[in-house]
Every structure is written in structure tokens, then in C-alpha cells.
């Protein structure tokens, strides 16, 4: 699930060494990957209390958020099936793309709730090293996810389209203009 979170930052070094397309592949596949696990642990191993209602925040949030994603942000899921296709042109009607996107961004909420449920159970909590090293990872990949949004917002250059060309099918030129950070 963390690195499934941290693939959402789009690291650049990961970009350039295999393209963002399977970036989100792999995003897509842990994300689904990480539900089945939780289905599995829900399961074969419930929890109590406290750590019971941590653990239930984060299933249902990562449920839904994996449900969300599935339909109105995998092009691969609505172009192959016909009734994927017509419900996320339902679910798009009333929750645009950008959105789902934001809803996506839910998931920091579900990974704190997954956190928290793992410190309470108490033999997971009994292993201070190992419960230290998982908080630690916890703690950088959700830093890293703000801190990337936040450089996104305010650290990219601002542009203006000037022209848009179809030059094949599926192919567009986009002309953009950026001011250079000199002219402020």
C-alpha cells in the first residue's frame, strides 16, 4: 500500500527509467493488490476494539477508493467492457475527473488509518523495531506525497496554450508558451 502511495507522487527518476504509463500500471495493480490482502486479513485474522475500528476505517476507505478508481480512472477497465464504459459515463455525470481524483487523494486518510490500526494491535505493537521501521516508512512516503503536490502546485512553470493540432489519429501537437522564471 506505501508503495503503491508513492507511486501516485510520480517519481521522476522511475519515469525516466520506465515511463509513466507503467507507473500507473503498477500503481493500479498494488492498489488492487493491497485490497486483496486486506480482504485476506479481514478474514483470517479480525482484530478488537480500538484497533478493530482502525482497521475497518481503512478496509472501507481503500474498498471504496479502489472501487472509484476502477471505474472512473482506468481507461483500461471502461475501454474493454461496455458496462465498466456506460457506468463511468453515469458516475462522471455526477463526480467529474477531477473529482475522482481528489476522492483518490482519500487514500492518505486510509494509510494514517492503516497505521494507526497496525500500532494498536498489541502484538504487532509488542515489536518495537519492526512497528518503528513501519511508522518511519509511513511517516517519508506521506511527507514525500505532500511535499510532491505541494512542488506540483507551486513549483511548476505556468504556460499558455497557443495551438493544438491533430497530426495523426490518437496524436496532437500542443504549442505551449512558458515564461522563462526570469520575467517572474
Known amino acids: ?6 507511486l501516485s507522487t510520480r517519481p521522476h527518476w522511475l519515469d525516466r527509467l520506465i515511463g509513466l504509463p507503467s507507473i500507473y500500471m503498477m500503481h493500479g495493480v498494488l492498489g488492487v493488490a493491497a485490497l486483496a490482502v486486506a480482504v485476506l486479513h479481514r478474514i483470517d485474522l479480525p482484530a478488537y476494539g480500538p484497533a478493530k475500528w482502525a482497521g475497518e476505517v481503512a478496509f472501507w476507505m481503500l474498498l471504496a477508493l479502489v472501487v ?3 471505474v472512473t480512472l482506468s481507461g483500461w477497465l471502461s475501454g474493454r ?3 465498466a464504459a456506460k457506468l463511468r459515463r453515469s458516475v462522471e455525470r455526477v463526480v467529474p ?3 475522482s481524483v481528489w476522492l483518490h487523494r482519500l487514500l492518505l486518510v486510509a494509510v494514517v488509518a492503516v497505521a494507526v490500526h497496525m500500532n494498536l494491535v498489541w502484538y504487532i505493537a509488542q515489536n518495537v523495531v519492526f512497528v518503528s521501521l513501519m511508522n518511519a516508512c509511513t511517516a517519508v512516503v506521506l511527507v ?4 510532491s503536490k505541494l512542488r506540483e502546485r507551486f513549483g511548476a512553470a505556468r504556460g499558455s496554450v497557443l495551438s493544438v493540432a491533430s497530426l ?3 496524436v496532437w501537437q500542443i504549442e505551449v508558451s512558458v515564461p522563462s ?3 517572474g
Open 181 to 183: 522564471m526570469a520575467d
Open 1 to 6: 500500500m506505501l508503495l503503491a502511495t508513492y
Open 68 to 70: 472509484v478508481a476502477l
Open 97 to 99: 475527473r477531477e473529482g
Open 81 to 83: 467492457f461496455v458496462a
Open 168 to 170: 495523426a489519429d490518437g
Open 144 to 147: 514525500w506525497c505532500v511535499l
